[in-house]
């Protein structure tokens, strides 16, 4: 069965650095795999997807992933942080029906 | 916009009740999907369903079951809530495509 490593439980970065979080995969084919944020009290939003194709995927908000299927990686990055980016972030990974599955998250505290 | 809507988002209920969490969908999905979430532990699958009247066991389905008599509505039921039922609730309705999970605002349900 397929499963989400998210090694991070808790990131702290300053407000205007870089950004990485890692995710790791175990899928037997090729994968569906997105990054999601959670807001405090809100559902989760998409930030991102990849299907095939390039292996490098833009996002909304400025962030970005790459897929590397060597490395059953597929880890998100923010050039500079803001404030506002404070969240829980998620990666799922999918293929069929019913196949979804979710990392344990990572919780991103920004500092001022 | 579209959108996913949870009947409620905070529950208050008493051990050994029958509960009732409602989920309905606007965008015509054919997949619609119950995680729990828990802090360390990320979303995990409860049940999903595919069709009307078909339902799938997911990774936790223990102490829970689920009714889809209509495509746009999916209700999660807790036969006798305990307290280890007493969590964060999130349902997700996806396309046949599976392109994105869109998620509903949660419902916390806390069992006394």
């Known amino acids: 069965a397929q499963s989400v490593t998210q090694p991070d439980i808790h990131i702290t970065v300053s407000e205007g650095a870089s950004l990485e979080l890692r995710c790791n995969y175990s899928y037997g084919a090729t994968p569906y795999l997105f990054w999601y944020v959670q807001s405090p009290g809100q559902g989760l939003q998409l930030l991102l997807k990849?299907?095939?194709?390039?292996?490098l995927v833009q996002g909304i908000k400025g962030f970005e992933a790459e897929f590397k299927r060597s490395q059953s990686s597929f880890n998100l990055r923010k050039p500079s942080v803001h404030w506002s980016d404070a969240a829980e972030y998620f990666c799922?990974?999918?293929?069929?029906?019913?196949?979804?599955?979710f990392g344990a998250g990572t919780r991103l505290t920004v500092k001022p | 916009d579209v959108k996913v809507t949870q009947s409620s988002r905070y529950l208050v209920k008493r051990t050994g009740e029958k509960v009732f969490l409602e989920c309905v969908q606007d965008?015509?999905?054919?997949?619609m999907f119950w995680y729990r979430q828990d802090p360390g532990l990320g979303l995990r699958l409860i049940y999903f369903s595919y069709d009307v009247k078909m339902k799938e066991k997911g990774d936790i389905p223990e102490g829970y079951s689920v009714s889809r008599e209509k495509k746009e509505r999916f209700s999660l039921i807790l036969e006798s809530a305990s307290t280890n039922q007493t969590s964060m609730y999130l349902c997700a309705s996806i396309s046949s495509m599976n392109t994105e999970a869109f998620f509903g605002q949660g419902t916390r349900l806390t069992v006394v």
């Open positions: 799922a990974v999918g293929g069929g029906i019913g196949d979804m599955r």
């Open positions: 990849y299907f095939s194709g390039d292996t």
């Open positions: 965008m015509d999905h054919e997949n």
